[in-house]
């Protein structure tokens, strides 16, 4: 079997990504089939999931991995901070990143992408690797795809 690229990776994410969110519009079960979709699809991820904002905190919601922190403030962790910013986090090694909350001692790297309704930020889209540097511009840009499609497909 040979190697496939990152490109048609992420390609056939994102087509798997639509069907499964094209026929259904609850957020949950939005977020539990993304989160197995991209811990089953993307290779070296040892967590994958959603943290939903609820006043003010972010709440564990739909993972695949290891049990997670349940609330993480706001500013606190790579999540906490990509949600107070409101920007997408790409951390290379989570163990130089300052205020780093460590709910899976084997995650070494980590992207975490704002989810938004209507411009109100709803929630973040994290994913923990166990290697170092995992994560690249090329998978922030897709994952934000997928982050996008999620929010234009879910009743949020």
Not at 46 to 51: I, R, T
Not at 79 to 86: K, L, S
Not at 126 to 133: G, L, S, T
Request: neutral net charge; hydrophobic residues 45%; contains cysteine.
């Amino acid at each position: 079997m040979t190697a496939v690229s990152k490109t048609q990776l992420y390609n056939d994410l994102l087509r798997q990504a639509h069907a499964l969110l094209q026929i259904e519009r609850d957020p949950v079960a939005n977020m539990a089939n993304l989160a197995a979709l991209l811990y089953h699809g993307l290779p070296q991820v040892n967590w994958a999931g959603f943290y939903v904002l609820k006043e003010g905190v972010l709440v564990l919601g739909p993972f695949q991995g290891k049990p997670a922190c349940v609330r993480i403030p706001l500013g606190k962790g790579v999540c906490g901070t990509a949600a107070q910013e409101r920007k997408i986090r790409c951390v290379p090694d989570v163990h130089a990143f300052a205020g780093h909350i460590a709910c899976d001692s084997a995650s070494q790297s980590e992207v975490v992408l704002p989810v938004f309704n209507n411009k109100t930020l709803w929630g973040v889209l994290d994913i923990d690797a166990p290697v170092k540097n995992r994560f690249d511009q090329e998978d922030c840009e897709n994952l934000a795809k997928i982050a996008r499609l999620f929010e234009q497909n879910s009743a949020l």
